[in-house]
């Protein structure tokens, strides 16, 4: 059973739900009905109406069950697949009412509220504002199951549902109704599941339909806005992508998905910039005959060769009619096409780098302000310099990323097809540096054109190949950064400079140089702690100094997933804590400046929740004005699927950072921090202890999950684990997640806190004086308390039951629990509540409405896995099982 305390008790049900939500998911759900009966006749719609009468009435009553028993395979799709929409309808009638928002408003701030709150001069200000450097990482991690196909019918289904908050007119009220019943239709007749895998080539263009239609806009407006508010607008934020760049584990990724990649973020920016510049040619019809311009402007109006008599006085139109001209054959260069609004492809010659472009522009600018001042220019054009400067050509800059194993095996094959007789792979760590360093200290290649490499190098070397070709058409911002997994020894640092030395991305010599910085990723608990260590003797060499140039920053990334399937929620958090501690006081110590990557998925287990809060609860010093952070899977709809939407975030995302910058190292209680470490020991041991030390707990999971479904599922390109085996250590953190998740265990958000508590003597009252003491520890337990909030122990148990030991899977279950309960209480006493979320009612709503919503969809999963798993091989049955993933997921919000 759930426990006494738990937020799925019935009796903590009653009345959870707001009226207006349950009457925009009353009015969504009728509609469905009515198209299926519209569709489909009357019997779909009578078993469909029969089964959520069922579990409106029962929930998880026998009757219910029986319900599902008798279901042939066709009917069971055909039931899921109306649960599934259901769910995505319910989010829906949960978004319009304002609810959701509402939750998640505490978390919501402006830059230019921000900086007014920290009470700075507005020249201290300005500084801050124009120091900070804040990117979202958009990743191609597959835990979007939604197809975009889905999230365009939900984005026009809310729009419609959002007009009908206001009194309507009757005939305006009869349209509306039935515009919704045809999108709920459409809705019906939309495949919820994808039937082959997705590519990497979907991924592209997913993503980037939602950077063209919100992110980007988004953007540009902020820029505006901040324009505005702070006298220039400060390239504060820019954007970046692992899309076609991550090759870590991924075999889909090369040398083509990159250039796919560019080519394609470049048509949305250049197309963006061509409707800027005919925006302006419009505005600035500014005749000669009444106001100066500039010899430099002069000499853009006579490169556009305009004949028009109709313009011959007018030469900041002529001007813009050049650099539309040199857009749009950029465009054909960048983007194989010209840019939208040209009449055909331009003879005007290419701009050889965005500089090129924000130069010309600057000309415009400063005409303007010497032949009529200031005021003049305007906000349209200063905001288009702005995103030009953040932007590029490129859009998103690009980060490459590959694991460092992959890195020994090709510096070792250069070597010994090199003619070398050295064993690189035999060689010790110190053996490593010192032959790597070596060869950075000179000029010559290790690889040539006349040999045949394996197909690993080979591919390696293509794609590398591809990067450099990136950086001299888009200019020396478009990759962002060469993101090294599993890096635990400098010579993971060192391995990729040699191997893009071999593409002209790295100079060696005397005085070494890159285009591209290197950033290590740490990522098990043992990284994390060792992580520091490795900075250090980084930055230390010479190279190193050289390399990062005058002003040195070093970026380093921190993973979230791994460390939490490694040693659990609380070790991964306060694990990470500690590792951006030690990496801010070594790069202190050493003159260099820091940024922290955050590798963060979107569920409690992977380091998920409001990314302001997250922000602002980062260690103190920690920040520095520079963080990136990854947006993954369906956070990136979620948090920027609508333009409002991605500006909120956008901006509060920005103003976390610079208030969270405002603080320095050493200002976390040392006494608060010890402790902290102590709890973080203890629970490694008491999650390990269940995950990596109970005899069958592998077993377990498999059974007791839907973790072998949810790895057929076509959601990703990337493969589901590391190797072909089953164990633990090479699941990829996202199913691991997203199958907790599936049986509603919700495990890797707070498995191992209550018995690392129990270990050291940790109770209620010092819980409450240690979150006081420590941001980041207060939103672990607010993030946790939604984790456990959000589980389901009755329904999970029913998953148990799948299990062929019964016997060990009803001890493992057990220990489960009671950890569980133990949780439960600690965290309800930490901040003297008596219910879980009972302090934050509207999350209490959602997350009600959701466990409502999806709890048929469960017990229809559980009768679908028992016959899937008794033998029965039908198409319509493996189709249903998806389908239920898809709508629980849908339903809880959360994937991995």
């Known amino acids: ?61 026998p009757h219910l069950d029986f319900l599902f028993s008798a279901l042939t395979p066709d009917e069971a799709m055909l ?16 978004e319009v009412a304002g609810r959701r928002r509402l939750s998640e408003a505490d978390h919501q701030q402006t830059l230019a509220g921000a ?199 007018e030469p900041y139109r002529q001007a813009f009619e050049f650099i539309f001209d040199r857009l749009c054959a950029s465009a054909q260069v960048l983007a194989g096409g010209p840019v939208a609004y040209a009449l055909g492809p331009s003879d005007a010659p290419p701009y050889g780098l965005p500089s090129e472009f924000v130069a010309d522009l600057e000309v415009i600018r400063e005409s303007l302000e010497q032949n009529g001042g200031s005021r003049l220019v305007g906000e349209q ?105 599993k890096s635990a020894t400098l010579s993971d640092i060192l391995e990729p400079l040699v191997l893009l030395k071999q593409v002209g991305l790295v100079w060696g010599g005397a005085e070494p140089r890159a285009a591209v910085r290197v950033s290590p990723l740490f990522e098990t608990i043992g990284d994390l702690e060792e992580g520091p260590a490795v900075l250090r ?13 005058k002003a040195p920053v070093q970026e380093v990334m921190v993973g979230y997933s791994d460390s939490n399937k490694d040693g659990g929620y609380v070790a991964s958090r306060r694990g990470v804590a500690r590792a951006a501690t030690a990496l801010a006081a070594e790069c202190e110590r050493l003159g260099v400046g820091l940024r922290l990557f955050h590798g963060r998925g979107g569920s409690v287990g992977r380091g998920g929740g409001p990314a302001a809060e997250a922000v602002l609860a980062q260690p103190p010093g920690t920040v520095q004005g520079r963080l990136r952070m990854t947006e993954q899977g369906e956070m990136i709809a979620r948090r920027y ?25 050493g200002d976390d209680d040392p006494k608060v921090a010890a402790r902290l470490d102590e709890l973080a020991a203890a629970s490694f041991h008491a999650y390990r202890g269940l995950v990596y030390d109970e005899p069958g707990f592998e077993t377990f999971f498999w059974q007791a999950t839907p973790i072998a479904e949810i790895a057929q599922l076509n959601i990703g390109s990337r493969p589901a684990s590391r190797t072909a085996s089953r164990k633990i250590e090479d699941l990829r953190a996202i199913p691991w997640v997203f199958s907790w998740s599936q049986a509603r265990f919700m495990l890797p958000g707070w498995y191992g806190f209550a018995g690392g508590a129990t270990r050291i003597g940790l109770e209620g009252a010092e819980l409450a004086d240690l979150a006081a003491g420590n941001e980041l520890f207060a939103a672990l337990l607010s993030n946790m308390e939604l984790a456990l909030a959000q589980a389901d122990l009755t329904l999970a148990g029913r998953y148990v039951a799948l299990a062929e030991d019964r016997a060990g899977s009803d001890r493992l279950f057990d220990i489960i629990h009671r950890e569980y309960d133990a949780a439960v209480a600690l965290a309800l006493a930490a901040r003297g509540g008596t219910k879980l979320l009972d302090d934050q009612p509207s999350l209490l709503e959602s997350v009600a409405l959701a466990a409502r919503t999806v709890e048929p969809l469960n017990h229809l999963q559980l009768e679908l896995l028992t016959r899937r798993r008794a033998g029965d091989e039908a198409e319509a049955t493996r189709l249903a099982i998806q389908l239920t993933v898809a709508g629980i997921a849908a339903g809880l919000r959360n994937t991995g």
């Open 641 to 665: 699927g609508d333009q409002a939407t991605a500006r909120r975030n956008l901006d509060s995302l920005a103003a976390a950072v610079l208030t969270a910058s405002q603080t320095h190292l």
């Open 1 to 61: 059973m759930a426990g006494p305390l738990s937020v799925q008790d019935p009796q903590a049900d009653t009345g959870a739900v707001s009226r207006d939500v349950r009457k925009n998911v009353a009015f969504l759900d009728g509609l469905l009905i009515e198209a299926i009966r519209y569709l489909d006749g009357d019997d779909a719609a009578h078993l469909i109406d029969s089964a959520r009468r069922a579990a409106a009435e029962g929930g998880s009553a």
């Open 537 to 549: 003797s980084w930055l230390e060499l010479p190279l190193a100094r050289s390399l990062l140039g």
């Open 115 to 313: 900086a007014e709150a920290l009470g700075l001069s507005k020249a201290r200000i300005r500084k801050s504002v124009e120091a900070l450097s804040v990117t979202p990482v958009l990743t191609a991690h597959p835990t979007e199951v939604r197809r975009r196909a889905l999230v365009e019918r939900e984005t026009e289904i809310t729009r419609l549902m959002a007009l009908r908050r206001h009194a309507l007119e009757p005939e305006l009220d009869r349209r509306s109704r039935e515009a919704l019943f045809r999108e709920a239709a459409l809705l019906w007749r939309t495949r919820l599941h994808r039937p082959e895998k997705i590519t990497v080539k979907d991924e592209i263009r997913n993503a980037l339909s939602i950077v063209r239609t919100s992110i980007l806009p988004a953007l540009n407006s902020l820029y505006a806005e901040w324009g505005q508010a702070f006298g220039t607008a400060p390239q504060a934020m820019t954007l970046g992508s692992w899309l076609g760049g991550d090759r870590d584990g991924h075999p889909g990724v090369d040398g083509d998905t990159l250039r796919l990649a560019f080519a394609s973020q470049a048509r949305i920016v250049l197309d963006h910039y061509a409707g800027e510049v005919r925006r302006l040619w419009s505005d600035l019809a500014v005749s000669s005959a009444y106001a100066g311009v500039s010899e430099a402007v002069e000499a853009l109006a006579a490169a556009s060769g305009e004949a028009s008599a109709h313009r011959a006085d």
């Open 381 to 485: 054009l200063t905001t288009l310099i702005a995103v030009a400067k953040a932007c590029g050509f490129h859009l998103l800059a690009l980060d490459l990323r590959q694991n460092a194993d992959v890195h020994e095996r090709l510096i070792a094959e250069l070597l010994t097809r090199s003619g070398s007789d050295i064993d690189y792979l035999a060689l010790d760590e110190a053996a490593r540096q010192g032959l790597l360093l070596a060869e950075m200290a000179h000029q010559r290649l290790l690889r040539s054109p006349f040999i045949a490499y394996s197909e690993e190098t080979a591919k390696e070397l293509r794609t590398l190949e591809a990067a450099a070709e990136a950086v001299r058409l888009y200019g020396p911002q478009a990759i962002g950064a060469y993101v090294v997994s």
């Open 79 to 94: 039931l899921a697949r109306a649960f599934a929409c259901h769910s995505l309808l319910a989010n829906i009638g949960e």
